[in-house]
């Protein structure tokens, strides 16, 4: 089993800054693949970035490439995402996810363990 802990959401204005974190807790962090999703009010769960075990590779949808940094520290089993140059368009919770292997997937139903998700709320 695989914990995950979100944080790091809140409002902020567009065109600013948030960084979110995903503690993990649990089985070697490092034998796991990772990946932020966000979920709108009335809208499906949207793929944001995902990041391989060994952070040698890093995929991004289309929607936050160039604005967004997805990026992992295995020492201290936690996942990042720097989000820059937000956009009301980019409220949503955020979820990180899990998966075992060292290869990611944008897909969400192949990711194994979830988050509780944190709120990420962006003002026009």
């Known amino acids: 089993q695989v914990q995950l802990v979100e944080s790091g959401g809140g409002l902020v204005q567009a065109g600013g800054s948030l960084r979110l974190s995903c503690a993990a807790s649990g089985r070697t962090f490092s034998n796991y693949a990772m990946g932020w999703f966000r979920q709108a009010p009335g809208k499906e769960r949207e793929f944001v970035a995902a990041i391989s075990w060994n952070s040698g590779s890093t995929y991004y949808g289309d929607s936050v490439k160039g604005r967004f940094t997805i990026s992992r520290d295995n020492r201290k089993i936690t996942m990042y995402l720097q989000m820059n140059s937000l956009k009301p368009e980019d409220t949503a919770v955020y979820y990180c996810?899990?998966?075992?292997?060292?290869?990611?997937?944008?897909?969400?139903?192949?990711?194994?363990?979830w988050g509780q998700g944190t709120q990420v709320t962006v003002s026009s």
């Open positions: 996810a899990a998966r075992g292997g060292p290869v990611y997937y944008i897909d969400a139903d192949k990711y194994n363990y």
